[in-house]
């Protein structure tokens, strides 16, 4: 409503409280109850009218604040989304850590990023994406929506054949494995939000990650719902797990472990001190791998490579950021990663420059 037809809608409120004629049969009490009557009616049609022309109130973008940085004297950016200043530093850290490799070694146009680091209770964004493929696969979403389950289905296949085989993760220190179940540490692990994902994040978070409401709006989507990413404008988004969320999954495996076992007391004290060794060798290594899941997700939006290709680079910069890093070089973690993804990149320029003259040579040949 313009200012023009608010000014009328006032004058007719006005001139209904001072008409001196009746608007109502009987006496002049009821006159003014109906006067009254009318200035109720009108008022809120004024607010409605004023509310209709609102926008939704947005309460994520709030959030979301730049982070800039220099390397190597020229200044970067990307923008991060939290709820707490501890947790807008510890993904702040992470994510510049992540974007120096990166522009150190691979390409320096990292991008217009956004980071998203979860707040402590809330789901992690696999469960809506596993509550859209279920709701898809019984025949409970409209066609056209289900249509775009198998786009969520690759999106997640890469995710998780980048941190593991999907069924657990491999962890060595000090010269001795373990493989950790996948679905125990699932929601420590961090993903790139793309595509119908990030809409699907988007839904989530209007419904205050709500089980049953997220639930009910799946199913009403329509094929239009899914259209408009308010991630749009961003090159590459990024969510990052809670900072306690590794913490939590590891008390919890430690638990399990203690249930299942017949132990006596002293048993179960030698467990726990084994624990107290071993949780700092897995929290490095889930912390290599979140730092490792984001110099893909920038490396693949930025960049040419194949996808076997970005497998290789970050696999090089895992690598060195694992409690058992096999490489032996000396000096800080940040230049050894530098290196080791760079000398990557110089294998890969040299093996597409001989595949270049190869080609050339079986065209002449030709």
């Not at 220190?173 to 961090?190: M, Q, W």
């Not at 096999?326 to 080791?340: N, Q, Y």
Request: hydrophobic share 45%; net charge negative; glycine share 8%.
């Amino acid at each position: 409503m313009d200012a023009t037809a608010r000014r009328n809608l006032r004058s007719r409120i006005l001139a209904t409280l001072g008409a001196g004629a009746v608007c109502c049969g009987g006496t002049s009490m009821s006159i003014f109850n109906c006067r009254l009557l009318m200035f109720g009616v009108l008022a809120l049609a004024a607010t409605w009218a004023e509310a209709a022309t609102k926008p939704a109130k947005d309460d994520f973008m709030p959030f979301v604040e730049l982070a800039p940085f220099v390397v190597n004297g020229e200044s970067l950016s990307f923008y991060v989304h939290a709820r707490t200043k501890k947790d807008r530093r510890y993904a702040e850290g992470l994510a510049e850590e992540v974007i120096k490799v990166v522009h150190e070694s691979v390409t320096p146009k990292t991008g217009k990023g956004l980071v998203i680091i979860g707040q402590k209770g809330e789901p992690h964004p696999i469960h809506v994406f596993r509550k859209f493929l279920a709701l898809a696969k019984d025949g409970k979403l409209d066609p056209a929506v289900a249509a775009r389950a198998p786009e969520l289905s690759g999106m997640l296949d890469l995710w998780q054949e980048g941190i593991g085989d999907g069924k657990s993760i491999h962890i060595e220190a000090d010269g001795d494995a373990d493989d950790l179940d996948f679905e125990k540490i699932v929601t420590a692990l961090p993903l790139p939000l793309e595509g119908v994902g990030a809409k699907l994040y988007q839904l989530a978070w209007a419904e205050g990650f709500d089980d049953a409401k997220v639930t009910a709006r799946l199913k009403a989507l329509q094929a239009g719902d899914l259209d408009g990413n308010q991630f749009a404008h961003f090159d590459w988004v990024f969510y990052l797990a809670p900072r306690g969320a590794l913490e939590d999954a590891l008390d919890d495996i430690i638990a399990d472990a203690l249930k299942k076992e017949k132990m006596g007391f002293f048993e179960r004290a030698t467990v726990k001190t084994v624990m107290l060794f071993v949780k700092p060798m897995i929290r490095k290594a889930i912390e290599g791998l979140r730092q490792g899941v984001m110099f893909e997700t920038v490396v693949r939006a930025r960049t040419p490579y194949t996808h076997e290709e970005v497998s290789t680079l970050t696999g090089a910069y895992i690598a060195v950021l694992m409690p058992d890093q096999k490489d032996k070089s000396t000096g800080p973690e940040h230049e050894r990663a530098v290196k080791a993804v760079s000398d990557r990149v110089r294998l890969l320029a040299e093996k597409k420059a001989v595949e270049a003259v190869d080609d050339g040579g079986r065209k002449t040949v030709d």
